[in-house]
């Protein structure tokens, strides 16, 4: 089940961003005292109480302002509000009850969604003053004093915030289906893909909503095996998308990508590769998807002998930090190689799932410490006592050594590498933990 979302929303200068700081345990976001300085959302990971969900900070919002800034940002919070499972309203108990707090909530109270008041900057312990009574007026239920710089009340906030969280409900999703989220910057045809296979391979095939996030699972059964595949689309489709529409994609890629076991990473032919195709392509390769990236209306770009190969090495390029991944070549409109992406579906995923023995990994080790030195420094020489496979989805590995900071990154890399080329792994990002072996005095091994 994909995890709830929780917007923190208020006018600007109301603390949203130290408390959202306070509450993901990390300086994320920017702070600083003048209105506006946060003008995208920014996410983080959040858990309270075993529940664990994400948490969006946004821009302050000014309803009624002209400024081209500030306009842009109270999209921002609007799109971050029609996400959200539950929103927290952030208010200042030093400025009291103002004008823009009254329209805010307003416009909260008009979308439907659980608010919770959070009112902040309340730094002493203790009864609250007699100002903090008319945070009542804003008609969004008991507020809570909080102090966001001190982190006192913040726990009674979170209390507040998990009430409304959806029950969690086994997803009638049965182990034999591969979930596949289908994702990529607007327009590239993410929705014509999904409309495509559902409609040339009808088997089983059903709509069904998903969650308050607008995606839309669709089930599909053929010759080639049974899978779920997660839509992202529900954006406009413009012939310019402007930027706090694009910037959302990321939001709703993220959250589609939590939910599959596969990301179909959609670029458009025409267009070539951009940097938001590297950011959505960096949440599934950050969160340990098995990767495919499917390079959509091939039919509309003009070719010759060599245009595939050529397209193909500047993608590897320009994917470098995910170069395990496949690259297909498809178009949604006309269908073509639809067959063969299924099965590079199927292949990823058997790839983000394989089990490698402890005796084969060990083996595939020492051949490869033969072949290339450990590196040394001042005279201490890294020794990897042995490795094991410690989970999957992704492969993730675990060596032991004498020494973290001998094991550079580079010689991770040759040792990831050394198991690639004898497993494959194609399609899948892996994972390798570096643990120091002690010994029997507590000291570490020489």
Request: proline share 4%; with cysteine.
């Amino acid at each position: 089940m994909a995890r709830p979302v929780v917007a923190v929303v208020g006018r600007p200068n109301v603390g949203k961003s130290t408390l959202f700081n306070k509450l993901v345990g990390q300086r994320l976001s920017i702070v600083d005292d003048t209105p506006g300085v946060t003008r995208d959302r920014i996410y983080g990971d959040c858990e309270w109480l075993n529940h664990n969900f994400l948490l969006v900070d946004t821009g302050g919002i000014e309803p009624n302002s002209d400024d081209v800034i500030l306009s842009q940002m109270r999209r921002q919070a609007q799109l971050a509000i029609d996400s959200a499972d539950v929103i927290i309203l952030v208010t200042d108990m030093k400025s009291g009850v103002v004008a823009t707090d009254e329209e805010v909530a307003t416009m909260l109270r008009r979308s439907g969604k659980p608010v919770v008041l959070c009112v902040n900057k309340c730094d002493k312990i203790g009864e609250p003053p007699p100002e903090f009574y008319e945070f009542y007026n804003l008609c969004l239920g008991d507020p809570i004093q909080v102090s966001a710089v001190h982190g006192h009340g913040t726990g009674d906030l979170l209390d507040e915030v998990i009430k409304y969280f959806p029950q969690e409900q086994e997803e009638e999703q049965d182990d034999e289906y591969i979930r596949v989220a289908v994702i990529g910057k607007p327009n590239v045809g993410k929705s014509s893909l999904v409309n495509a296979i559902s409609g040339e391979e009808r088997a089983i095939v059903s709509d069904i909503a998903g969650t308050t996030r607008d995606a839309t699972d669709t089930y599909v059964e053929n010759d080639k095996g049974k899978f779920i595949f997660v839509d992202t689309a529900g954006i406009r489709r413009k012939s310019k998308v402007d930027e706090a529409i694009e910037k959302y994609s990321v939001l709703r890629a993220r959250m589609a990508v939590e939910r599959a076991s596969v990301c179909i990473i959609m670029i458009d032919a025409t267009e070539g590769f951009t940097e938001q195709d590297s950011k959505v392509a960096g949440i599934a390769h950050d969160l340990g998807k098995a990767c495919i990236i499917a390079v959509n209306k091939w039919d509309a770009v003009e070719k010759d002998g060599r245009t595939m190969d050529s397209y193909r090495k500047k993608l590897m390029k320009d994917f470098s930090f995910m170069s395990y991944a496949p690259i297909i070549f498809i178009s949604a409109k006309t269908g073509q190689r639809l067959d063969r992406l299924f099965e590079l579906i199927k292949y990823v995923d058997s790839q983000n799932a394989m089990r490698i023995s402890t005796g084969k990994l060990n083996d595939i080790l020492a051949e490869a410490t033969a072949r290339v030195q450990p590196p040394t420094d001042k005279g201490k020489r890294l020794k990897i006592y042995y490795m094991t496979q410690a989970s999957t989805r992704p492969p993730t590995f675990v060596c032991f050594v004498n020494n973290k900071e001998l094991f550079h990154y580079s010689y991770q890399r040759y040792i990831d590498n050394q198991i690639r080329e004898v497993f494959g792994l194609e399609g899948t990002p892996t994972r390798m933990v570096i643990r120091e072996r002690e010994t029997k005095r507590g000291k570490k091994s020489d």
